[in-house]
Every structure is written in structure tokens, then in C-alpha cells.
């Protein structure tokens, strides 16, 4: 709860400040401002960027490269020209899987109140991918993206006590995180508060 409360404080404080570049923060600092460390919360990659782009295959090791060991893959060439016409066909499909429906409402005001009920999860639960949309009449909000259904229900689990209608809805999601137990990055950046 401690480090949930220093995210909050560290949002509040980012979304109430002006991020600038470095060279910017120092003259802004220098005209009419205060420069502070602040705290930010992002998400986690959702794929491992350092293989990005590469063929696994060039990665392996060998002597050559200063490896232990020569691995080897003899593979047809039809086998790679196959997985690259899958991968470039297939860049736009989207995943199915499941979220945690937290606010689902018609009335006059569901518009504010899934807004306000959005931000006040990022706030909780910083890390987690929160979504809002509307499918007339409904205004809806969802969190999370999972593959598993019982992925789903361990968030639904928790957030039970603040969000005591949400329930688990299964839909198109992005891609999870790669480590669900690390949802998010807690980072340090450089803000100008106006005086």
C-alpha cells in the first residue's frame, strides 16, 4: 500500500507538471520555474525489445563467435520463407483473451463516471492496461489483459473490494506483459513546476 501511495503521488505530480526536454527544463528552471524529481509509472514492454527483428537462428552460438559450442540448424528453406509469409501476413490479428470488466453503465452521467472510475484505478493499480470505451448505450471500462481466464480472476481477486460489480468478460486484447508479476517500471524523471 506504501509504494502504491508514493505512485499515486508520483503521478499526480507528473500529470500536474510540464515534462520537458533538458535543455528546456534549464532555461524554464532558470525564468520562472522549479526543476524536481519525480516519480513515473509505465507499463512494461509487452515483448522483449532486444530480440526485436531478429532471427533467432543468427543468435545461436558457435566458436566463431566466441561461443562454447557450434549449434547448428538444418532446416529447409521453404520452413523459413513459410514462417516469414505467417509472420508479415498476420502483423495486423489481434488475440483473444480476457479482462476485468469494472464499470458498465447507461445512465445521464457514465460518461464522467467511467472516466473518474478509470483514473482511479491507474491510480491503484498503476501497471495495469485500463480501457474505456462505448457500445451504444453502454460506457464501459476494462482492465488488464490476460491470456487466461484464471490470470483473469487473480486480478479480479483483488480489485474485489474496490470494484465490488466487476466481473471477468472475454474480448480482443493486446499482447500481456512479459512479466505479470512486474507489470510496470517505476522510473525518475526531471519536471519544471511553475511557481
Known amino acids: 500500500m506504501k509504494l502504491n501511495r ?12 510540464l515534462l520537458l526536454s533538458p535543455l528546456q527544463m534549464r532555461a524554464q528552471s532558470n525564468q520562472n ?6 516519480v513515473v509509472v509505465r507499463r512494461a514492454a509487452a515483448m522483449d525489445s532486444t530480440l526485436s527483428g531478429k532471427s533467432i537462428f543468427n543468435m545461436l552460438p558457435s566458436k566463431s563467435k566466441g ?12 520452413i523459413q520463407k513459410a514462417m516469414s509469409t505467417h509472420i508479415s501476413s498476420n502483423s495486423s490479428r489481434t488475440m483473444s483473451g480476457y479482462r476485468v470488466r469494472i ?9 464522467a463516471v467511467s ?6 484505478f491507474e491510480a491503484l493499480y498503476p501497471g495495469i492496461a485500463a480501457y474505456r470505451n462505448y457500445q451504444a448505450p453502454f460506457f464501459k471500462v476494462t482492465v488488464g489483459d490476460f491470456r ?23 474480448e480482443n486484447i493486446n499482447y500481456p506483459v512479459i512479466d505479470r508479476y ?13 511557481r
Not at 505512485?7 to 507528473?14: C, F, K, L, P
Not at 472516466?115 to 482511479?120: A, I, N
Open 148 to 170: 487466461t481466464k484464471s490470470e483473469a480472476m487473480e486480478l479480479l481477486q483483488a480489485i474485489k473490494g474496490t470494484f465490488p460489480t466487476a466481473f471477468v468478460t472475454k
Open 182 to 194: 512486474h507489470s510496470y517500471v517505476v522510473d525518475t524523471v526531471k519536471v519544471v513546476r511553475n
Open 33 to 38: 520555474g522549479q526543476t524536481k524529481d519525480s
Open 103 to 111: 464499470y458498465f453503465d447507461n445512465q445521464q452521467n457514465s460518461r
Open 67 to 78: 561461443g562454447s559450442a557450434d549449434v547448428t540448424v538444418h532446416q529447409s528453406s521453404a
Open 115 to 120: 472516466e473518474s472510475t478509470m483514473r482511479r
Open 6 to 17: 508514493l505512485i499515486h503521488i508520483g503521478i499526480v505530480a507528473v500529470t500536474s507538471a
